[in-house]
């Protein structure tokens, strides 16, 4: 069982930047394959990105390819997603996910996903 704590969310005008942290605890982390997702207002949640647990392999939602970057740092028991060119369509709060590792790493549906954080806000003003 692993146990995730977000951080880093908070206020940012459009086109700047912020970093949300996942931080991890309990079972090696290197198990997990993680992945990030959003939720909006009055909307399901959404699958952000995702990483493999070595890091070796990551993907993104479309609408975030080339602006946010999802990595991680077995070490420190850490996943990242540095995210730029904030939009303020970007507003949600963000969840980090774990699962087990299994069968394939690319996992897009929250349903997927056994653990989870209690979400952190980010809000980008116009």
């Known amino acids: 069982q692993v146990q995730l704590v977000e951080s880093g969310g908070g206020l940012v005008q459009a086109g700047g930047s912020l970093r949300l942290a996942c931080a991890a605890s309990?079972?090696?982390?290197?198990?997990?394959?993680m992945g990030w997702f959003r939720q909006a207002p009055g909307k399901e949640r959404e699958f952000v990105a995702v990483?493999?647990?070595?890091?070796?392999?990551?993907d993104y939602a479309d609408f975030v390819k080339g602006r946010f970057t999802i990595s991680r740092d077995n070490a420190k028991n850490a996943m990242y997603l540095q995210m730029n060119s904030l939009k303020p369509e970007d507003t949600a709060v963000y969840y980090c996910?774990?699962?087990?590792?299994?069968?394939?790493?690319?996992?897009?549906?929250?349903?997927?996903?056994?653990?989870w954080g209690q979400g952190t806000q980010v809000t980008v003003s116009s």
């Open positions: 990483i493999s647990w070595s890091g070796g392999s990551t």
């Open positions: 996910a774990a699962q087990t590792v299994g069968s394939g790493w690319r996992r897009t549906q929250p349903r997927e996903y056994t653990y």
């Open positions: 309990g079972r090696t982390f290197s198990s997990y394959d």
